[in-house]
């Protein structure tokens, strides 16, 4: 499974958790939604 930060070819970046995935424009965003959703 993956986990974590990863960047995107388009200059955006997807935060993953184990159920989840969300894409983002900035990694600041990213870590926060990270930080949000970690849990489940």
């Known amino acids: 499974m993956?986990?974590?930060?990863?960047?995107?070819?388009?200059?955006?970046?997807?935060a993953m958790t184990f159920t989840r995935s969300k894409t983002f424009k900035t990694e600041a965003g990213a870590q926060r939604w990270l930080t949000r959703n970690h849990c489940e």
Not at 2 to 14: A, H, Q, S, W
């Open 2 to 14: 993956v986990y974590g930060v990863f960047p995107n070819n388009d200059g955006t970046f997807t």
